[in-house]
C-alpha cells in the first residue's frame, strides 16, 4: 500500500521556495534590463549569477527584494509575494512600511559596503535589530559581538568603518547583513570594490556562509569560487538566463555559444 494513502497518516506539505522569481521583467524607457526571467532557489541552496556588465545580474537582486519594482511579473520569498499583495487578478502595491518589513528579511550586501560613518562597528551591526524591535539594544549588541567574531572582527567592534580596509568593512557589512537573521542573503558582486589582495578574506566569509545552509544569491565575477561553493550557475545576458545548471556542467562544458563565448573571455 502506498504511504501516501496510509490510514491516519499525514502528509507533509514540500517548503515553500526559498525565492522565486516569475516572469519578471523591467525596463528604463526603451531599455529592456530584464526580459522575462524565471528562477526559482531552494532553500540552502546557493546560486551564483554571472553574466557580462550591463547584463541585468545587479537589477535582478534590486528587483527581488523590491529596491526596483517589475513592470511585469512578482517575486516570492519563502512563499511571500515581496511588494506586492494579490487583490483579485491584480497585483496591488504594498505601503513602504510592510515593504521595508519584508525587506528586513532578506539579507543584502552591497558592492559599496554601505556602513554608517558615525557608528562604530558594533553599532552598525546592532542597528537594524533594534530599529525593527525585534532586539533590546542589550541583545542587539550581544548578538553583533558574536557576529563579528564569525567575520573574524571581534577586535574591531569599537572601530569606525574609515579605520578600517575594505575587506574587513565587506566583511562587517556580511555580518549586518546575518543580524536580522534573514531566510536568503543577495550579494551584488561583493569583492568588485576591493583590492585584489583583500577578496579572499571577503570569499571565505561567504564561504563559511554556504557551508552553513544559508541560502545564497550571489552576483559575482569570481569563477573559481563560483566553482567552489556554487550549487547551481545561472547564466544572464541580454535580460534574460541563457543557461543554469550545476557549475561543472555551466563552467566547465556550456552548451550555449554565447557562455562559452564569456567563459573565455573571463577564465
Do not use: C
Not at 532557489?41 to 535582478?60: A, D, F, H, W, Y
Not at 567552489?228 to 541563457?242: K, L, P, Q, T, Y
Not at 543554469?244 to 573571463?266: C, I, M, N, S, W
Amino acid at each position: 500500500m502506498s504511504t501516501a494513502h496510509t490510514r491516519g497518516q499525514t502528509l507533509e506539505k514540500p517548503a515553500p521556495a526559498a525565492l522565486e522569481v516569475h516572469g519578471v521583467h523591467k525596463w528604463y524607457g526603451a531599455h529592456r534590463v530584464l526580459d522575462g526571467i524565471d528562477l526559482t532557489v531552494r532553500p540552502g541552496e546557493v546560486t551564483v549569477i554571472l553574466g557580462p556588465s550591463g547584463s541585468g545580474k545587479s537589477t535582478l537582486l534590486r528587483v527581488i527584494n523590491h529596491l526596483e519594482k517589475p513592470e511585469i511579473g512578482h517575486v516570492s520569498v519563502g512563499g511571500e509575494l515581496i511588494g506586492v499583495k494579490r487583490h483579485g487578478d491584480r497585483l496591488k502595491e504594498l505601503s513602504e512600511r510592510t515593504i521595508l518589513a519584508q525587506r528586513s528579511r532578506i539579507g543584502f550586501v552591497f558592492q559599496s559596503f554601505n556602513l554608517f560613518p558615525h557608528l562604530t562597528v558594533l553599532d552598525n551591526v546592532a542597528a537594524a535589530p533594534v530599529a525593527t524591535g525585534r532586539l533590546t539594544r542589550a541583545a542587539a549588541a550581544e548578538l553583533a559581538r558574536e557576529l563579528l567574531d564569525r567575520v573574524g572582527l571581534g577586535d574591531k567592534a569599537g572601530a569606525y568603518p574609515r579605520q578600517l580596509s575594505g575587506g574587513q568593512q565587506q566583511r562587517v557589512a556580511i555580518a549586518r547583513a546575518l543580524a536580522l537573521r534573514p531566510g536568503i542573503i543577495l550579494f551584488d558582486e561583493p569583492t568588485s570594490a576591493l583590492d585584489p589582495e583583500l577578496v579572499g578574506e571577503v570569499l571565505a566569509v561567504i564561504k563559511d556562509l554556504a557551508t552553513s545552509g544559508t541560502t545564497l544569491v550571489i552576483v559575482t565575477h569570481e569563477i573559481g569560487f563560483a566553482r567552489e561553493v556554487a550549487d547551481r550557475v545561472v547564466f544572464i545576458d541580454g535580460g534574460r538566463i541563457v543557461e543554469e545548471g550545476p557549475p561543472g556542467q555551466v563552467l566547465d562544458r556550456p552548451r550555449h555559444e554565447r557562455t562559452r563565448d564569456f567563459l573565455a573571455k573571463v577564465l
